[in-house]
């Protein structure tokens, strides 16, 4: 059975440019969530989806970030103009009701 | 806001030697997570708590939640190189879907 599939793995990027990342949850699972990972501010939720339906997006830094789930087996965030302090590594996660997440691999993103 | 608070930062261990990470919440908790990042990995599921004073292991991990369900610790016994990696807990916010993780505790073994 195949875990959280996210891409592209790694993405470097010019400030100004847009950036999206994509993510395949576990099938079945209906809560999705983007989660952001630096050093600095640690694993941060960014915002999450119910059957595909945006629950709780407080995470989300600035108007910049956007996310959607057009399906259940596919989200998207995008990042447009992307900055160098986006620069972080970028994972999905998904869900049952039993509270358990299981995390992608994630996105390295670099901002130059 | 709800916070989520772990200690240590850091814990460098010889092999062979226990291990304890500790987890504390400033609200109470319906369950508490605990997860293992390998370095350049993602976080991996180990185990959920819900019950007062629940206590459950897994191999060499010991798992316990506090009474209060406000606090929960890790402790591996005979650490391994394979131990290496970052334990992080997470708590849900206000019994939501949406987790608050730990700063996490690094955990670095030599052999």
């Known amino acids: 059975d195949a875990g959280v599939i996210q891409s592209p793995r790694h993405e470097v990027t010019e400030m100004g440019q847009e950036v999206t990342l994509r993510c395949k949850p576990i099938?079945?699972?209906?809560?999705l969530f983007w989660y952001r990972q630096t050093m600095m501010r640690g694993l941060e939720l960014l915002i999450y989806f119910n059957n595909n339906v945006p629950i709780d997006d407080s995470g989300m830094p600035e108007d910049r970030f956007s996310a959607k789930m057009p399906n259940a087996s596919f989200s998207t965030l995008k990042i447009q103009p992307s900055e160098p302090r986006d620069s972080a590594v970028y994972f999905c996660?998904?869900?049952?009701?039993?509270?358990?997440?299981?995390f992608g691999p994630g996105t390295r993103l670099t901002v130059t | 806001g709800q916070q989520v608070m772990q200690i240590p930062q850091y814990q460098h261990v010889q092999e062979g030697e226990d291990f304890t990470t500790y987890c504390n919440s400033s609200t109470t908790l319906s369950n508490i997570q605990w997860y293992k990042q390998r370095p350049g990995g993602h976080p991996v599921f180990l185990i959920q708590?819900?019950?007062?004073?629940e206590v459950k292991k897994q191999k060499r991990l010991t798992f316990q939640f506090g009474e209060a369900k406000k606090n929960s610790s890790l402790h591996i016994t005979a650490t391994q190189t394979t131990d290496v990696g970052t334990y992080f807990c997470?708590?849900?916010?206000?019994?939501?879907?949406?987790?608050?993780f730990g700063s996490g505790t690094r955990l670095l073994v030599r052999p």
């Open positions: 996660a998904s869900s049952t009701n039993s509270y358990e997440q299981y």
């Open positions: 997470a708590g849900p916010k206000d019994s939501s879907y949406k987790l608050i």
């Open positions: 099938s079945g699972h209906d809560y």
């Open positions: 708590l819900v019950k007062s004073g």
